[in-house]
């Protein structure tokens, strides 16, 4: 993403550079100078902007997907301690069961 807005800086550069460069009466039946300095600079400004949005949108699926694998390792956590807890309830049960009816 970073590769991107520096290309685009770069091509945003060259345009305002042309353009100072051919400062003389642009008319627009003419193809020429004027034409390909405004594409690279349309160019630049993509693909900085463009270079942004992906910098942020692979940031916020980077966050979303660590919220997911945190969750689901949570998850796994409580079913773990509700089955700890399922299996204590059960020894305790049998354990006063046990000592309620003593067998002598």
């Not at 091509?11 to 300095?37: E, K």
Request: proline share 2%.
């Amino acid at each position: 993403m970073k590769n991107l807005a520096i290309t685009g800086l770069i091509l945003l550069s060259l345009s305002v550079l042309l353009f100072y460069l051919t400062a003389n009466n642009f008319t627009l039946n003419d193809l020429g100078m004027p034409h390909i300095m405004g594409i690279l600079g349309g160019i630049g400004i993509g693909l900085i902007i463009g270079g942004m949005v992906g910098y942020v949108s692979k940031g916020s699926a980077i966050k979303a997907e660590q919220k997911r694998k945190e969750f689901q390792k949570l998850q796994q956590e409580k079913e773990e301690l509700e089955k700890r807890a399922a299996d204590i309830a059960r020894r305790e049960a049998e354990l006063d069961a046990a000592n309620q009816n003593p067998q002598l």
